[in-house]
């Protein structure tokens, strides 16, 4: 009898953790960075930029504080990703509806071990960079990730093939439209993953400042246990006109908390309607040292363009190039 009523307490016990376990767990996380940026060409002034996206200003300078939370069960989930600052507020627009404060609020369905649908609004799968820049090797961003779409508010679908093989299927509102749709368009995307490189497809119909069709790679190779090579090409076409442009990103790591890496990118505009428009070479070396939660990045960046002079010199002159270095720390928990 008593060891009936010991395995009827054990077996109340094992169905009360499983009840446990099921319960959805909420986890916080997040990154807080600021930098110091001086121009090495030109004048330390509000005016000057290397017209990319984040990291504009120069003196001492606020990146952004991101807070995500997120609400995961065994089938269902949610994410709320807030975001406040500059880069913030670059990365949502200050014409968003929600002004710069959510990057990305969505819900999730695992169906499946091989099948999840997201719903709701998320940070873009073009491109190699991101938007937090904690998850970036280089602080600054390429011309490639600024041009392209930040977020997409729509439905997307994930498949695991296999462990190797995946694709995405996604129908969204047009281009960086991150809440209603005025227009009644919309956009669609898609995502072919093989052994660590991805296929990335965009399209909308370019109407009303649509993006158009972007076709995308985005992957990188284990040279060897401590040198990584990142790989990005992108080429964007609207009725004749948009953008091209390669980047690739070595980085070597000589210790667990010390690293190097060089991101090198072309960049371009094309228009069948106009001939020689400008191209940039942008060569952008950073350093990464991690401490504890908190990375230190020294970053040196020369832009070159080809015949365009949009900067200025420390003189006052039109400039085709700008150099820059920026120290930035970013802390993530």
């Known amino acids: 009898m008593k060891k009936l009523i ?72 949610a994410v709320l990703d807030l975001v406040t600052g500059p880069r913030g507020a670059g990365a949502t627009f200050n014409s968003d509806i929600i002004d710069g404060i959510v990057n990305q609020a969505y819900v999730y369905w695992n169906v499946s071990e091989s099948t999840t649908l997201t719903f709701g609004r998320w940070n873009t799968f073009l491109g190699y960079e991101v938007i937090a820049p904690a998850a970036n090797f280089n602080y600054s961003c390429s011309y490639l990730f600024s041009n392209g779409p930040f977020s997409h508010m729509g439905l997307k679908a994930d498949f695991a093939l296999s462990d190797d093989w995946s694709i995405m299927l996604a129908v969204t509102n047009p281009w960086d439209t991150n809440n209603v749709s005025m227009t009644g368009e919309y956009a669609f995307g898609a995502q072919v993953g093989f052994y660590g ?18 076709i995308d790679y985005t992957g990188g190779f284990d040279l060897a246990d401590s040198f990584f090579l990142g790989i990005n090409g992108a080429y964007n076409d609207n009725d004749g006109a948009g953008f091209y442009g390669a980047a690739l990103y070595p980085q070597y790591s000589f210790t667990d908390s010390w690293s190097l890496g060089l991101r090198g990118e072309y960049f371009g505009y094309h228009d069948k309607d106009a001939d020689d428009l400008p191209s940039v070479f942008a060569a952008t070396l950073t350093g990464s040292y991690t401490l504890e939660n908190l990375i230190i990045k020294p970053e040196v960046r020369l832009d070159s363009w080809s015949n365009d002079m949009p900067y200025i010199d420390n003189d006052g002159m039109a400039s085709d190039n700008l150099a820059a270095f920026t120290l930035a720390a970013i802390y993530s928990f």
């Open 197 to 214: 490189q991805f296929l990335n497809l965009y399209y909308d119909s370019g109407e009303n400042d649509g993006l158009g069709f972007e």
């Open 6 to 77: 010991t395995l009827s307490m054990l077996l109340m016990v094992s169905v009360l953790f499983a009840q446990e376990d099921e319960k959805p767990k909420l986890s916080i996380s997040g990154s807080v960075d600021a930098y110091y940026q001086t121009y090495l060409t030109a004048p330390d002034n509000e005016g000057v930029s290397f017209g990319t996206a984040f990291a504009e200003q120069s003196g001492f300078a606020l990146g952004m504080g991101n807070l995500i939370a997120s609400y995961e069960g065994n089938k269902v989930g």
